[in-house]
């Protein structure tokens, strides 16, 4: 059973800074690549950010490219989330997941592509 948990969500104002974590566990994870999704309310999810366990690659939506950093601590099984000059178009729940299958770079974006994902947390950012 794997278990993706996030922390870290709150209340922020615009212009200010956050920085979301997941925590992973399971008996023998060993994710492909892990990556954030959000989803505003009346909106569809949206790919935010993910990194290839293999390569450290990362990939970015064009919303957030320069503005959030995503690492890991594979030794922890833990992906972080960077969010800096946020906006309140920013504001969603976040969502952690993590991809056991084959990862592509170029298809990092498919929510389809992950396998686990997370409850969520929530990122309010008042103007």
């Known amino acids: 059973q794997v278990q993706l948990v996030e922390s870290g969500g709150g209340l922020v104002h615009s212009g200010g800074s956050l920085r979301l974590s997941c925590a992973a566990s399971g008996r023998t994870f060993s994710p492909t690549a892990m990556g954030w999704f959000r989803q505003a309310p009346g909106k569809d999810r949206e790919s935010v950010a993910a990194?290839?366990?293999?390569?450290?690659?990362?990939y970015y939506a064009d919303s957030v490219k320069g503005r959030f950093t995503i690492s890991r601590d594979s030794a922890a099984n833990t992906v972080y989330l960077q969010m800096n000059s946020l906006s309140p178009e920013d504001t969603a729940v976040y969502y952690c997941a993590a991809q056991r299958s084959l990862f592509f770079g170029s298809r990092w974006f498919r929510p389809t592509n992950y396998d686990y994902w997370g409850r969520g947390t929530q990122v309010t950012v008042s103007s």
């Open positions: 990194i290839s366990s293999s390569t450290g690659n990362t």
